[in-house]
Structure formats: C-alpha cells, structure tokens
C-alpha cells in the first residue's frame, strides 16, 4: 500500500474511522455506529474509482446505520415496557453513570448505571424485587449494545468488501 496514493490514504484513514467505531460500541463515551458509517462514507465519497461498487456499499452502509439505530432502541425499550421498569430508573442509572465515570474512569460509568438503576428500583419495589428487575434493565441494555455492534460490525464487513471489489 502505497500512502502516496490518495486512495489508499483514503481507505487506510476509513478503515481506522471504522476501527474506531466498532470499538466505540463498546466504549459508551463514542458514537460507534455513527463512526463506523462516517469511515464508509469517507471512502465512498473521497476514494477513487469503483464508482458503482462504493455506492452500493454507502447505500447499504446508510440502511444498515439507519436499521440499528431504529431496531437498538425500539427493540430493547419493548423489553423494558414489558418488564415494567420506568424511564426514571434508566435516568438515574444515567446520571449516576455520567458521575461515576468521573469518579472512576471508565469502571465508574457501568458501575453507577447499576447502581442508580438499582436504587430507583429498590426505593420503588423493596429489597427482594429491586435486583430481579434491575437485571431486566441490564439486559435491556445489553441488547442494545449487541445490536448496534452487529449492525457496526456488519457495516465494518460491507466495506472490507468493498475495498476488495472496488
């Protein structure tokens, strides 16, 4: 790979936005999936050559963006609505998070989600049902996270693809 070359500067600078995107799915301070789209469109628009081939990847690329947002909320809030937790319990767990990042780097942000999550339940529900349904919002959570990191992922393989084709 020759970095004189525009193009390939072009895809290498694309491929370390897409990196970084798919990390930033599990780093929760980064917009991966957002990331990982703007690497695609990068390439698509700036690279050189493979006209037809760089726009089907930006096309799907811009739906499979557009499906994870949708499906990474819609899906878990569904799960959520069903468990009964409230959007109180998930904006204490924010706010807490938020705070405990900054207390504890990195660590602190899932530990004072769980925590604020919990203490809304536990003033809500009592001891014996607080954990059970902070659980529910966890997993709630965690679905959301595995959404958006499979359609980043799958955003990440249209685009080795397309490297390879273009």
Same mark, same amino acid.
């Given at each position: 790979?020759?970095?004189?070359?525009? &193009?390939?500067?072009?895809?290498?600078?694309?491929?370390?936005?897409?990196?970084?995107?798919?990390?930033?799915?599990?780093?929760?301070?980064?917009? /991966?999936?957002?990331?990982?789209?703007? &690497?695609?469109? $990068?390439?698509?628009?700036?690279?050189? %050559?493979? =006209? %037809?081939?760089?726009?089907?990847?930006?096309?799907?690329?811009?739906? $499979?963006?557009?499906? %994870?947002?949708?499906?990474?909320?819609?899906?878990? &809030?569904?799960? $959520?609505?069903?468990?009964?937790?409230?959007?109180?319990?998930?904006?204490? =767990? &924010?706010?807490?998070?938020?705070?405990?990042?900054?207390?504890?780097?990195?660590?602190?942000?899932?530990? %004072?989600?769980?925590?604020?999550?919990?203490?809304?339940?536990?003033?809500?529900? =009592?001891?014996?049902?607080?954990?059970?349904?902070?659980?529910?919002?966890?997993?709630?959570? /965690?679905?959301?996270?595995?959404?958006?990191?499979?359609?980043?992922?799958?955003?990440?393989?249209?685009?080795?693809?397309?490297?390879?084709?273009?």
């Amino acid at each position: 790979m020759d970095l004189s070359d525009t &193009g390939s500067a072009i895809a290498l600078i694309s491929g370390l936005v897409i990196l970084t995107g798919v990390v930033g799915v599990l780093v929760p301070v980064l917009p /991966g999936l957002l990331l990982t789209w703007s &690497g695609v469109m $990068l390439w698509a628009v700036l690279g050189d %050559g493979g =006209g %037809g081939a760089r726009l089907l990847v930006a096309v799907l690329a811009t739906v $499979l963006t557009g499906l %994870g947002l949708v499906i990474k909320y819609l899906w878990p &809030g569904k799960k $959520l609505k069903d468990s009964g937790v409230p959007a109180s319990a998930l904006l204490a =767990g &924010g706010v807490l998070g938020i705070v405990g990042f900054f207390v504890v780097p990195f660590v602190g942000l899932i530990l %004072g989600f769980v925590l604020g999550i919990w203490l809304v339940e536990l003033s809500r529900l =009592g001891l014996d049902r607080a954990w059970p349904s902070t659980r529910s919002a966890l997993g709630a959570v /965690g679905l959301a996270l595995l959404v958006e990191l499979a359609a980043a992922l799958a955003i990440a393989v249209i685009w080795l693809f397309g490297l390879a084709f273009a």
